[in-house]
């Protein structure tokens, strides 16, 4: 049945796919013969294209930030709270571009796409992805769409690790720079976390060494399990109380090892969901990403050093739940750019969701999202 679409929705919107045929190098030492990106947009680019804004996606995100793609979805983009007239990132004053990352599972080049080589899916032989391979392709994307310089590149989690990253390899081309929750590096904990996530996919039986695709089969079980531990990390332990607490799904102990607790039975829900619209060769590249991304290795471990290039006004922002993504993690970066005398305004934002704060519409980061877009950049000129 059609739906009704929000008027702060960008409504019905129609993914882009964009193809390169220039070789990628890679951090890694290999590099991309040729590759494409799925993306969509949103608003309308001005005449000067000064108002492009760059979404970039967090681990298991995608292109489709805003809006649906028809009028039977059963929801909009993952970011939709924050994307539409007169929102945060209001698409009545800026052109809001959204990508797949390169080894992602929605369009993108990626594991699952065919090998130009072999003729067969890159499956496990697709390049481990670095966060400034994301970056430099993304800086393609923009050249493809004309535009020299963006309004803003803004990103939560990995995606805040991406706008960070571009104030640092490409300093003219971004006028401001937005990292939510996020981390200058992860922690051993953090890498612990995504450790774990990855032994559940490759102890899978039906992983086969990541040639799934061959046996027709998916590991569905660890990549269940592995989006179960996630989603617990990206929750508060006062998000969770308040959902779950310990309620019983039948109202009675079972005495048996199935479901109990409502808690359990939702994990196993999302986990479920999960692993049947994620690729699990996708999931071991990203969180790989995540593990690798430490910009101040290349600067003598001195952040202040690494991001003395930069050139943009920044937006710091943390959840004070957000125990994967620590505010203190935040505050390194704030702290950095101080000391590099850059041009930073940070905020804590009190919330109750945990990591996931990050993508509900809480007034006041509503509010100071919106409010730093809009003001007069003071450090890249116009």
């Not at 993952?78 to 959204?98: E, H, L, M, N």
């Not at 393609?140 to 995606?159: F, K, N």
Request: hydrophobic share 35%; glycine share 8%.
């Amino acid at each position: 049945m059609p739906r009704d679409i929000p008027a702060d929705s960008v409504g019905i919107v129609t993914p882009n796919l964009a193809s390169f045929e220039q070789p990628l190098p890679l951090r890694s030492g290999r590099s991309l013969p040729r590759y494409d990106l799925m993306y969509e947009t949103y608003g309308e680019l001005n005449a000067d294209k000064s108002n492009a804004i760059l979404i970039c996606h967090a681990l298991s995100g995608h292109h489709h930030a805003a809006g649906y793609h028809s009028e039977q979805d059963d929801k909009p983009g993952w970011w939709d709270a924050c994307i539409g007239p007169g929102k945060a990132i209001d698409t009545q004053r800026y052109f809001v571009v959204s990508l797949n990352n390169l080894g992602g599972c929605h369009g993108s080049t990626g594991p699952t796409s065919i090998d130009p080589e072999t003729g067969e899916r890159y499956g496990p032989n697709f390049p481990i992805m670095a966060v400034r391979d994301w970056v430099k392709s993304q800086a393609r994307l923009a050249d493809y769409l004309g535009i020299d310089c963006w309004h803003a590149v803004v990103g939560g989690s990995l995606g805040g690790m991406q706008a960070l990253r571009w104030s640092i390899d490409y300093p003219a081309r971004l006028k401001k720079c937005v990292v939510i929750a996020s981390a200058p590096k992860l922690t051993a904990q953090n890498i612990g976390f995504n450790e774990v996530a990855r032994q559940a996919i490759t102890s899978d039986p039906d992983f086969h060494q990541g040639y799934y695709y061959q046996h027709n089969t998916l590991p569905k079980r660890g990549l269940s399990l592995a989006r179960m531990l996630g989603h617990i990390t990206y929750l508060s332990d006062d998000s969770m109380r308040d959902k779950f607490g310990r309620d019983l799904k039948t109202g009675k102990l079972s005495f048996d090892y199935g479901v109990d607790f409502e808690v359990e039975s939702y994990l196993r829900y999302q986990g479920e969901i999960f692993s049947d619209k994620f690729d699990a060769n996708s999931y071991l590249l990203m969180t790989k990403a995540l593990d690798y991304f430490d910009p101040a290795a290349d600067h003598g471990d001195d952040l202040s050093r690494c991001l003395n290039q930069s050139q943009c006004d920044f937006l710091v922002v943390s959840f004070s739940t957000d125990w994967r993504f620590n505010p203190s993690r935040s505050k390194e970066i704030v702290d950095a750019l101080v000391r590099g005398q850059k041009s930073v305004s940070y905020l804590e934002i009190d919330a109750p969701q945990g990591h996931d704060a990050f993508l509900f519409p809480i007034p006041e980061y509503v509010g100071i999202v919106s409010g730093f877009l809009a003001k007069p950049s003071q450090g890249l000129s116009s």
